[in-house]
């Protein structure tokens, strides 16, 4: 773990730095397994903040102690695409590491505080659309694999992903 690292929820102020994080983070870390012509299309609609998210409340930032933002994540009712979903299901949404600082526990410490929230917001299960690379990483915070699926980003792009669930 990084010594001092505190998680906060965001608000529209941390835009840059999200975005900066999820450039950082999801082309160095996903070529590892994709193939180029996938991710040359993906990268440029599932790299960039939502500043929606940002804005919900459950969305959240774990920065150092100079306020470096290192991982975040959050949760929504609503899916990744959209619609509104039941209330007592939850949606992972975007959670990622910066590359130089993987395997601290960073993305841990995000879900768990991710899980936490949404059990006391009511819901029960939740559900992520898991890139293949992180699959390992939510199998570890007691996901399981619902099965692969092939995300329609817009029309004519899609990115595979892994369906994955855990009660809570
Ligand atoms: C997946 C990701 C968020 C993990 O971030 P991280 O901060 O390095 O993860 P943690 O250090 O919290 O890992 C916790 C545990 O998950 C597992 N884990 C994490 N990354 C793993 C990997 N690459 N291979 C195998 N297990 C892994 C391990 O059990 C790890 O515990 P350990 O280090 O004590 O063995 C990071 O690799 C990432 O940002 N990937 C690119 C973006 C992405 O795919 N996001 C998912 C969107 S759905």
Not at 40 to 49: E, F, K, Q, Y
Not at 107 to 131: F, H, K, N, P, W
Not at 147 to 163: H, M, N, S, W
């Amino acid at each position: 773990m990084v010594d001092t690292i505190t998680i906060r929820p965001t608000t529209q102020h941390d835009l840059g730095a999200v975005d900066a994080l999820l450039a950082a983070s999801y082309p160095a870390l996903l070529k590892r397994d994709y193939a180029p012509s996938v991710l040359v299309t993906a990268l440029p609609l599932i790299s960039r903040a939502n500043p929606a998210l940002l804005r919900s409340g459950t969305y959240f930032i774990a920065e150092d102690a100079e306020g470096q933002a290192l991982a975040a994540g959050g949760w929504t009712r609503s899916a990744p695409q959209g619609g509104v979903g039941l209330p007592e299901i939850g949606h992972v949404r975007h959670v990622a590491t910066h590359p130089s600082h993987l395997r601290k526990g960073l993305a841990q410490a995000i879900v768990t505080r991710v899980l936490a929230d949404a059990l006391a917001a009511g819901v029960e299960r939740m559900i992520c659309q898991s890139t293949q690379t992180a699959v390992p990483f939510y199998k570890a915070m007691g996901f399981r694999v619902r099965g692969e699926i092939l995300i329609a980003l817009r029309p004519g792009i899609t990115f595979p992903a892994v369906e994955m669930e855990r009660a809570l």
